[in-house]
């Protein structure tokens, strides 16, 4: 179940690996770069000795849209970059979630920030949506 500080999509048909490389991808067709990638797999291996699914959280900006932010209220440096988790899909496939930011957002409290996080978010839902096609 998708949570309500998310926006998440499944694809059955399309492994992990594919899925890390097509949101990438997509992620950049709508200007967002990935500035941080955590295997928590990995890490959770190295660091605990514990097996856990394929799983990474890619840290994912947009320049200009961060700046914008970032001048309006300098704090929100805490709620960026962007985190987009790529996961395995239990069964097969693959899941991909971006936190969503008007739920984020919501304890800014500050003028302006509501129509920047839905801008934000709009992308963020059509990067996810072209994800598939990026796979092909």
């Not at 994912?60 to 700046?67: D, E, I, Y």
């Not at 709620?79 to 991909?96: A, I, Q, T, W």
């Not at 984020?104 to 500050?110: C, Y």
Request: net charge negative.
């Amino acid at each position: 179940m998708e949570p309500h500080y998310g926006i998440t999509r499944e694809f059955p048909d399309l492994d992990y690996d594919q899925a890390v490389a097509a949101t990438v991808e997509a992620l950049k067709e709508v200007g967002f770069g990935v500035l941080t990638e955590i295997d928590v797999k990995a890490t959770l291996k190295k660091k605990l000795d514990v097996d856990f699914e394929r799983y990474v959280i890619l840290g994912a900006c947009n320049p200009p849209l961060a700046h914008r932010a970032l001048t309006a209220e300098p704090w929100i440096g805490l709620l960026l970059p962007c985190n987009v988790v790529v996961r395995e899909r239990p069964g097969g496939g693959s899941l991909v979630s971006a936190a969503k930011p008007t739920a984020m957002f919501e304890i800014v409290k500050r003028e302006g920030m509501e129509e920047l996080a839905a801008e934000v978010e709009g992308l963020l839902e059509k990067a996810l949506d072209a994800i598939a096609a990026h796979a092909a």
